[in-house]
Structure formats: C-alpha cells, structure tokens
C-alpha cells in the first residue's frame, strides 16, 4: 500500500511568504526557495511562486500543498505582505482572509483569523531574517480565491466573516488524520457557549441537519456539522456542555452509535447485525431476517418504526454514557434520506 504523502498547513505557508517577504524588505532580496522551522523541528522549505515590491513593502505568494489530504485550500495561493510598522508585528487581514466576530474563538472578536500557533510561527519565520533590528511590522496575509472557498468551511457557522482562517498547529497536515475536522466541531461548540446557545443539533450530514433545524427553527449557527464524529461531539461536551443537544441522522449511523460506536464511518466502524437481529426478536419480530440484512434501513424495512424507535433509545443511551452525567440533555432523530422522520427519542 502506498503510503499517503502529508501535506503543509496554511499557517506554514503563510510563515514561508512572510520569510520570504521580510527578507526582501530588508534586503531587496526574496528568499527562493524559502525554508522554515515547524513547532517540532521540521524544516520544509517552500518554492516562492509570486513576489512583488514597493515602496517600504514586499510581497510573497507561495503555492499550499496540502498532501494527499481532501483540503479545500489545497493549491491555494497563500500571501504575506509585510511592511514597516510599530511596536512589533501587527497582524492584518487582506483579501481572503476572514475576520473574528464573535467570541468563544482564540482570537479576541474583530482580529483578523490568524490563529496563535501560526502567528507565532510567522514571527519565528521574521526573525530569522532581522538580523538584530526590531521586529515592528504590519504582517498582512491574504489567500486567492479565499472569499469563495471559505463557503465550503465551517468559518460562517463560527463567525468568521471574509474569508478564510490561517491555521494549523504542527505546520503539517497529515492525511486523512479527521484532526482539522474534530477541532472545528469544537471550536463551534466554543461559540456556541461564549454566544450563549442552550440548544444545538449534530447531524451526520445535510438532510438530516436541515430535518431537524425545520423541526427547531434554529439557525445554521447553532448546527454542529458532526460527520462521523459523535464521539468528537460527545467528549468535547462532556468537558465544555450545552444545555440540549440533538443528535440527528440516519438510521444506519445510528445503529452504530446504539451498538456502542463514537465514530460512524463506514471504514471504521460496521453494523452489527447478529446483535440488531438480536435487538428485533426483543421486539416480537423474525431474528433471522434481520441477521440477513445488508443494511439497517433493509432491517426496518422488515421490522418497521417500532425497531428504529428501539435503536433511537439505545443511541441516546450510549450518548449519554459518553457524556457520563454531565448535564447535557441529548434528543435522537433518525431521519431517511428523503428527510422523513423515521424515529425519535426525546430529551434525557
């Protein structure tokens, strides 16, 4: 098997250009390729693919290589322009870049969304390059095309308005690691306390998100794109509770989440339908049928709405044992594809 090839954050390329552009500030020369020192010591070095200069400014572009990672920044073209400032670096939002405007992030509301670690990376990168003069510089980041990728992120449902955010806390990105994903789940948790939300929906995916905000009236803001992750969602509430949380999806994921799963993903966790055939026979209904099942819609389909209400119940007992008496109500709905309302359980 091919091993799968990482990747660079954001927030690394942006600390390359910076590098690149301070360098040529100083000096009237761009460094080309561009190498920098990650959190734990790597050293990549990055190709400088634009670079322009003016009067007391300079800029840098470099290409992001997200790796065979699914990103949407991948190839994204990710700029620092840098200019002579006061009283150290001041960080600004350019073109595609988002801005803070609620709290619950950890960035202060109306800062531009460069996060800590790749803020502190960008001047690790500037200092490598002042050679004892002060550090006082208005450190501006920009991505191309950043307002419309935004749209596929998260950014809109935490607050952040523009663009996108300048992340990463390694500096690489690693395939496939779910990690970007489980950090935006808490991160809209985050929001959702500091904004003073009692009541939010996780769903699986987008019908059944959409079902249960009909059911609610809740805004887009206070849904938690959860995936697969419930146990991302269970854990982090446990330590950080809301008040109500609806679980919602499908019938499938949630027979995984009754039989005891925290991360629903077909690849990583399966039905098990000797125990759902098991769960049927409880019920008054054919055991055999439902072990022969290929799905655990095929298996209500057999049985009907009294089992997916069962495996409604079982679900949000398993949640509520991950929440482990915290106090967070948690309510079940199991939803079609169609988003027809197969089973729910309410608050517990």
């Known amino acids: 098997m091919t091993e799968l090839r990482r990747g660079w954050t954001t927030g690394a390329c942006a600390a390359a250009a910076a590098k690149s552009a301070c360098s040529a500030l100083l000096s009237g020369r761009f460094i080309d390729p561009v190498t920098i020192t990650l959190p734990k010591g790597e050293t990549p070095a990055f190709q400088v693919i634009q670079c322009e200069q003016g009067e007391g400014w300079a800029k840098a572009c470099i290409i992001k290589d997200a790796g065979d990672d699914p990103d949407v920044t991948h190839r994204a073209v990710i700029c620092a322009k840098i200019s002579h400032g006061k009283n150290g670096l001041r960080f600004l939002a350019g073109k595609g870049v988002g801005t803070v405007t609620k709290p619950g992030l950890p960035l202060a509301v109306g800062e531009p969304a460069i996060n800590p670690v790749p803020r502190l990376m960008i001047d690790a990168a500037i200092a490598d390059v002042l050679e004892g003069r002060n550090p006082d510089f208005n450190v501006e980041i920009s991505v191309e095309n950043g307002v419309e990728l935004a749209k596929q992120t998260w950014n809109g449902r935490l607050g952040i308005i523009g663009g996108l955010s300048i992340l990463g806390t390694t500096g690489i990105v690693r395939p496939f690691s779910c990690s970007a994903w489980i950090a935006s789940i808490h991160r809209g948790i985050d929001v959702a306390r500091a904004t003073g939300v009692d009541h939010v929906i996780a769903a699986t ?27 991302g969602v269970l854990k982090y509430l446990k330590r950080h509770p809301i008040a109500r949380l609806t679980l919602a999806g499908g019938i499938g994921k949630f027979t995984k989440l009754a039989q005891g799963a925290r991360d629903l993903h077909s690849g990583r966790s399966q039905v098990d339908f000797a125990a759902l055939a098991a769960m049927a026979e409880s019920l008054g209904y054919d055991g055999r049928k439902v072990a022969n099942a290929n799905t655990a819609l095929e298996a209500f389909t057999l049985c009907g709405p009294t089992l997916a209400q069962k495996i409604a119940v079982e679900a949000q007992k398993t949640a509520l044992e991950i929440l482990g008496g915290t106090a967070v109500s948690v309510e079940i709905i199991i939803i079609d594809r169609a988003g027809t309302v197969l089973a729910r359980q309410d608050f517990s």
Do not use: H, K, N
């Open 205 to 231: 995916g987008a019908t059944s998100e959409s079902t249960a905000r009909a059911i609610y009236g809740l805004p887009e803001e206070d849904c938690l794109d959860m995936g697969d992750f419930v146990g």
